[in-house]
């Protein structure tokens, strides 16, 4: 199974964007999917996540900002981010864990900059 995420890009300061990661087979037993994103020099760190049942968490920088949503049939999941900062730029990567296996994407670059 792959994990493919798209949407990244430059973005102006208080602009929006919404990343897609669409995963190449159904996964099942599925625990949570997320998204997280690593700065130059950072630790990765957990963006949003959202559990099968609905079960949502957001970091708390991005809270009010960033929405995140799947879609069963489309074996996807996305984030919406608006009024973005400088500080939300990153590599975002996005993560399928599964009682068997810890899928993750390849990484969409995502740079806010006037």
């Known amino acids: 199974v792959q994990l493919q995420a798209s949407g990244g890009g430059l973005v102006q300061p208080g602009g929006s964007l919404r990343l897609s990661c669409t995963a190449s087979?159904?996964?099942?037993?599925?625990?949570?999917m997320a998204w997280f994103r690593q700065a130059p020099g950072k630790k990765r760190e957990l963006v949003a996540s959202i559990t099968p049942f609905g079960v949502i968490d957001y970091a708390d920088s991005v809270k009010g900002r960033f929405t995140i949503s799947n879609n069963e049939v489309e074996r996807a999941v996305y984030l919406q981010m608006n009024s973005l900062k400088p500080e939300d730029t990153a590599v975002y990567y996005c993560?399928?864990?599964?009682?068997?296996?810890?899928?993750w994407g390849q990484g969409t670059q995502v740079t806010v900059s006037s």
């Open positions: 993560n399928i864990d599964s009682v068997m296996y810890d899928y």
């Open positions: 087979e159904s996964i099942f037993s599925i625990n949570y």
